[in-house]
């Protein structure tokens, strides 16, 4: 029997996050797989956030101010969540800009201080053990529209005691009170878990510029390779299968637009098996 | 499956098992063939023809070849030569009695003064050694303080200052600080529970099987038997099922290796669970396990093991450590280059201030880490570090183990080798099998289903 036939099964959860099944490519494994978890199909995660701390209202993925619960935190409304209990919530930008060369500060017009806020993330892994208690908030003393990096000595700031949201309701039956797999109610208004759910199909395959939705799908189709060593294929983006490949600057007349997606995902995008999307190019 | 993977499979099964290549295991349940992979501590089920070439194979070339086969060949390997520096420490043990009432025959401490003379650890000093500590760390690190001997109790005062001491700066700060103390548990009273209830200790009480054998190996200093006072005095711990944990820990000798009754005596008593380790080496040599007591410790640790898989499959809590640890590392897929966090993210401090690299280094220069008053010496610490990664231990380099055992304790193997490898690979073997049966359902019933995702 051929090693092609093999038959194994990972039993251990090491050898389960490591499995990749035959004939899956790299991307679908847990680890080289670029795949969103925010905002996601089922559940967006970015919904704990937002009321994260009692009393205000943050952008649902970042440290600005959109509103308040608590009149007292009114006047916080524009200016930026700078840190937690010493901890940043964003941190300086930096990446490679040309082969060769050092990582470089990656600013941009939004961002002259090239701020990554994705930090907030990492705050809410290192804060769920203090749900219920006061933690030391850094804001800005000013309203803020442009990002602003924590510990910029010429930004004023101001420091906060605000409470840690319990995330979860509690039952306080028989004397004892234990948390329940259920959101807290005060954690969301109606309709904000759902509200930045993706919607991929109308949405975001189009959105995405560098197709990694869904990782797994693939965006060069119909693929024939060349005798000159390059090869030719069709962008899945494209209306036509041609054959030959369009490159997609949002040109709706040769390139699938937002309409066709939201009037008629499910005809105009096209199954794909073996490499080969229908029809097939004539 | 056919016949002729079946006859191989049967005809291979005498050495299945034994240590044939440093990169997989074979096992078998039944007549299912498993591979454990060292790279990452992965777990698999294999078909029978597979698992019949991996048999017929003679090196691990040939196992290279079959792993790359079945895409099982990761490049760069999960843990590299390369030791990791400056570490940070993130837990601390403090001698903070050097002398003990009782005279074990087989004391790495020498009863309790490690060979020097007889000294309680200062207040000055406990409370510096916690400075330390919680300065190292930042504030949404946990950390962790182990209170060990000699006998900590003899040191009471301090011991609780120290304690309330760290607890409190760790608060301040909103830290997580866990504590725990191995003691003799001769000294211990009913305040002491209170006591330990409000800190959350976890507490381990050394005991080394029921009266008789355990007054022969643990008397107190002048002769007399130890055991009827310290199952008087733990009463009040066993009691407790709140924040504190109570275990006990027996330490093997080729005198007490009844270990099925012991452990079901111990947990009988009430002990929260109960665990056993041999002892490999010490001062004197008495004591020590020789090859055929480990060969006869095994068995005895896998008819506990066994009992622990009905006991389990029965819906009845067992809580024979070794196995629920091992499990827990085979499940999570475990895998590291050392065999604990000694002269890494752990070290001790002696009562006169010294760093070591653990508990049983205290006086040892091989194990000096600095000073409380110098701080801690990162050159030895990464020198340390260097020397003891499984990757430079020999035979450890091409066991198959060497992940999930990381080479053995180093006071051991410094003292005395590695005499036990055959017991801890038996060991791991059987617990690999024992993980396999349980299956996922087995599993949730011995952890709960929290076991399933990695708690
Ligand atoms: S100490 Fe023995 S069992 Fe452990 S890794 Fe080394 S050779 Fe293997
Ligand atoms: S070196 Fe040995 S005694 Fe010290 S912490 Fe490691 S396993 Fe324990």
């Known amino acids: 029997m051929s090693g092609d036939d093999a038959k194994i099964t990972p039993r251990n959860l090491a050898a389960q996050l490591s499995y990749r099944g035959r004939g899956n490519p790299p991307v679908t494994h847990p680890s080289s797989a670029i795949s969103n978890c925010f905002p996601g199909l089922e559940f967006d995660f970015r919904a704990i956030w937002r009321r994260f701390l009692v009393g205000i209202v943050l952008s649902e993925n970042n440290n600005y101010v959109v509103g308040y619960e608590d009149e007292k935190y009114k006047?916080?409304?524009?200016?930026?969540?700078?840190?937690?209990?010493?901890?940043?919530?964003?941190?300086?930008?930096?990446?490679?800009?040309?082969?060769?060369?050092?990582?470089?500060?990656?600013?941009?017009?939004?961002?002259?201080?090239?701020?990554?806020?994705?930090?907030?993330s990492n705050t809410i892994a290192l804060l769920v053990g203090r749900q219920g208690t006061k933690v030391r908030c850094e804001f800005t003393k000013e309203a803020a529209k442009l990002e602003v990096l924590p510990g910029n000595p010429d930004v004023a700031t101001q420091t906060l005691e605000l409470e840690v949201r319990q995330l979860f309701?509690?039952?306080?039956?028989?004397?004892?009170?234990?948390r329940l797999a259920l959101l807290a109610e005060s954690l969301a208004k109606p309709g904000e878990l759902s509200q930045g759910l993706c919607s991929p199909w109308q949405n975001d395959y189009r959105e995405c510029a560098c197709y990694y939705w869904a990782a797994s799908r693939p965006d060069y189709v119909n693929v024939v390779p060349g005798g000159d060593g390059l090869s030719r294929g069709d962008n899945w983006m494209q209306r036509e299968n041609t054959g030959s490949y369009i490159v997609d600057n949002r040109d709706f007349q040769s390139s699938l637009s937002y309409d066709d997606l939201f009037k008629s995902w499910e005809s105009v995008l096209r199954f794909v098996v073996g490499g080969i999307q229908e029809p097939p190019p004539k | 499956m056919n016949r002729t993977a079946q006859s191989e499979m049967t005809s291979g099964f005498a050495e299945i098992g034994?240590?044939?290549?440093?990169?997989?295991?074979?096992?078998?349940?039944?007549?299912?063939?498993?591979?454990?992979?060292?790279?990452?501590?992965?777990l698999f089920d294999l078909d029978a023809d597979t698992f019949a070439k991996f048999v017929a194979a003679t090196n691990d070339e040939e196992v290279s070849g079959l792993l790359t086969k079945l895409g099982l060949t990761t490049e760069p390997r999960r843990i590299c030569d390369e030791a990791p520096t400056d570490v940070p420490v993130r837990a601390i043990s403090l001698a903070i009695a050097q002398k003990c009432n009782l005279g074990c025959t087989?004391?790495?401490?020498q009863e309790g003064d490690f060979g020097a003379s007889p000294k309680n650890m200062s207040l000055e000093t406990a409370l510096a050694s916690i400075d330390l500590l919680i300065g190292q760390t930042r504030a949404d690190e946990s950390i962790n303080i182990a209170f060990l001997g000699g006998e900590p109790l003899i040191n009471?005062?301090?011991?609780?200052?120290?304690?309330?001491?760290?607890?409190?700066?760790a608060a301040a700060r909103g830290q997580k600080i866990g504590f725990s103390i191995t003691t003799n548990g001769t000294l211990v009273d009913?305040?002491?529970?209170?006591?330990?209830?409000?800190?959350?200790?976890?507490?381990?009480?050394s005991l080394d099987g029921r009266a008789a054998v355990h007054d022969q190996l643990r008397p107190f200093k002048g002769g007399s038997g130890s055991y009827e006072r310290i199952i008087e005095r733990i009463g009040p711990l066993l009691g407790r099922a709140g924040r504190m944990q109570t275990t006990a820990r027996v330490t093997v000798t080729p005198t007490n290796l009844a270990l099925k009754q012991t452990l079901d005596e111990l947990l009988g008593i009430g002990f929260h669970s109960v665990g056993f380790s041999p002892m490999l080496a010490s001062p004197t040599g008495r004591g020590q396990m020789d090859e055929v007591a480990l060969q006869n410790m095994l068995t005895a640790m896998i008819e506990c093991g066994q009992k622990f898989e009905?006991?389990?499959?029965?819906g009845e809590r067992y809580a024979f450590s070794n196995m629920t640890t091992a499990l827990r590392e085979i499940h999570r897929g475990t895998h590291r280059?050392?065999?604990?966090?000694?002269?890494?993210?752990?070290?001790?401090?002696?009562?006169?201030?010294?760093?070591?690299?653990?508990?049983?280094f205290v006086g040892v220069e091989a194990g000096a880490m600095g000073s409380i008053g110098a701080g801690i010496d990162n050159d030895r610490k990464n020198a340390w570090l260097e020397r003891r990664h499984v990757h430079k231990q020999e035979p450890c380099r091409t066991c198959w183990a060497r992940y999930l055992c990381g080479g053995g304790c180093h006071h051991e193997v410094i003292a005395r080798g590695r005499p036990a490898c055959d017991f801890i690979r038996g060991w791991l073997h059987y617990a690999l099998q024992a993980y396999l049966r349980l299956g996922p359902e087995g599993l949730d019933r011995a952890f709960g289903a929290k076991s399933r995702t990695a708690s």
């Open chain 2, 310 to 314: 009905r006991k389990v499959m029965a």
């Open chain 2, 337 to 360: 280059p050392y065999p604990c966090g000694a002269g890494g993210a752990y070290l001790a401090v002696s009562a006169d201030a010294e760093l070591a690299a653990c508990h049983r």
């Open chain 2, 18 to 42: 034994k240590p044939k290549f440093s990169d997989v295991h074979l096992l078998c349940t039944g007549r299912q063939g498993h591979l454990f992979l060292a790279d990452g501590s992965q």
């Open chain 2, 156 to 169: 009471r005062s301090v011991l609780r200052q120290a304690t309330v001491y760290a607890s409190e700066k």
């Open chain 1, 75 to 120: 006047d916080l409304v524009g200016h930026r969540l700078l840190k937690i209990n010493d901890r940043p919530m964003s941190v300086l930008t930096q990446g490679p800009v040309m082969p060769g060369r050092g990582p470089a500060t990656l600013s941009t017009g939004d961002s002259p201080e090239a701020v990554s806020f994705m930090e907030w």
């Open chain 1, 169 to 178: 309701e509690r039952d306080e039956a028989d004397g004892a009170s234990e």
């Open chain 2, 106 to 109: 087989y004391c790495y401490a």
């Open chain 2, 190 to 205: 009913r305040d002491d529970a209170d006591f330990f209830e409000r800190h959350g200790f976890a507490v381990t009480i």
